[in-house]
């Protein structure tokens, strides 16, 4: 654990975001709960106690291979302290094929029934999943906002996000109008004190759409308004690049599988024949 702590301090005197630095601790403490020793193993050792257990029998191959990429990077850092004498994987050693889910945005219809849910919540959940819908930030980000990073420029809502995953700290609109209404107005009207800006935490809005699934049979969860997000704006024809620096993705590739839950209309691309 002293060297985790060790390389986690020598990656944030690098540059790293301490929301990078969550997600690296994270990984590797999840690692070591599988009883692997990561300073002493040999390759063969390393892949057959990680790849053989349940972690690799329940984990999707792109999970699998997010925990392998943070170890690579781990066991580089050992080996450049000196610590072992060589770096027990490679990306070579990442599962192959991962076959990626096309996930598919809430439709119009089930859009109304979300909204009639949450409108029924207490108003910091309202608020916070409203914001989630209008801005397509991520759970954790809502729940780690404060008061000040709410700001009005001109009448548009912006939202400051810090410390996000992956370094993607970004300022940003709240794009659907009714969402910046409802959060606006919230924020206004909250009694500022050393809280977060919706007192609730990323389990407990999970809960909720947990509930709400449950409720009304639709599969959701709170990231498929990412997705539900990013597919709206590509309907609407907002490049992908926007739709990249909206969502704090570092690569066009993310978006775009994002945004391929959008519901393309073809009708005007394809020829018309007489018969």
């Known amino acids: 654990?002293?060297?985790?702590?060790?390389?986690?301090?020598?990656?944030?005197?690098?540059?790293?975001?301490?929301?990078?630095?969550?997600?690296?601790?994270?990984?590797?403490?999840?690692?070591?709960?599988?009883?692997?020793?990561l300073g002493n193993e040999t390759k063969s050792e390393f892949l057959s106690h990680f790849l053989d257990t349940n972690l690799a029998k329940l984990s999707k191959p792109s999970t699998i291979r997010c925990i392998l990429s943070t170890t690579h990077v781990y066991f580089e850092w050992l080996y450049s302290k000196g610590y072992i004498s060589e770096v027990p994987i490679?990306?070579?050693?990442?599962?192959?094929?991962?076959?990626?889910?096309?996930?598919?945005?809430?439709?119009?219809?089930?859009?109304?029934?979300?909204?009639?849910?949450?409108?029924?919540?207490?108003?910091?959940?309202?608020?916070?999943?409203?914001?989630?819908?209008?801005?397509?930030?991520?759970?954790?980000?809502?729940?780690?906002?404060?008061?000040?990073?709410?700001?009005?420029?001109?009448?548009?809502?912006?939202?400051?996000?810090?410390?996000?995953?992956?370094?993607?700290?970004?300022?940003?609109?709240?794009?659907d109008q009714t969402a910046a209404e409802i959060v606006w107005k919230y924020r206004a009207e909250l009694e500022v004190d050393n809280r977060p800006l919706f007192r609730v935490s990323k389990r407990t809005l999970q809960g909720y759409a947990t509930a709400f699934a449950k409720e009304t049979g639709i599969e959701f969860y709170c990231h498929l308004l990412r997705h539900t997000f990013a597919a709206l704006l590509?309907?609407?024809?907002?490049?992908?690049?926007?739709?990249?620096?909206?969502?704090?993705?570092?690569?066009?590739?993310?978006?775009?599988?994002?945004?391929?839950?959008?519901?393309?209309?073809?009708?005007?691309?394809?020829?018309k024949i007489e018969l």
């Open 1 to 37: 654990m002293e060297k985790i702590e060790e390389f986690l301090k020598d990656m944030r005197m690098e540059g790293k975001s301490e929301g990078t630095l969550r997600e690296y601790k994270r990984r590797l403490e999840r690692v070591q709960k599988l009883g692997i020793d």
């Open 90 to 175: 490679t990306p070579a050693d990442y599962p192959k094929n991962v076959k990626v889910k096309r996930i598919k945005r809430l439709t119009d219809e089930e859009l109304k029934i979300f909204k009639a849910y949450i409108d029924g919540l207490q108003e910091n959940a309202r608020a916070a999943f409203w914001l989630m819908y209008g801005s397509g930030c991520r759970v954790g980000e809502a729940a780690h906002l404060r008061p000040e990073d709410i700001t009005l420029r001109g009448k548009t809502v912006y939202i400051d996000i810090h410390e996000a995953k992956w370094g993607s700290d970004r300022c940003i609109p709240i794009i």
């Open 234 to 271: 590509t309907e609407k024809g907002v490049p992908l690049t926007t739709v990249q620096y909206l969502l704090g993705h570092k690569s066009l590739g993310m978006t775009a599988h994002y945004a391929q839950s959008a519901l393309v209309d073809l009708s005007d691309l394809t020829p």
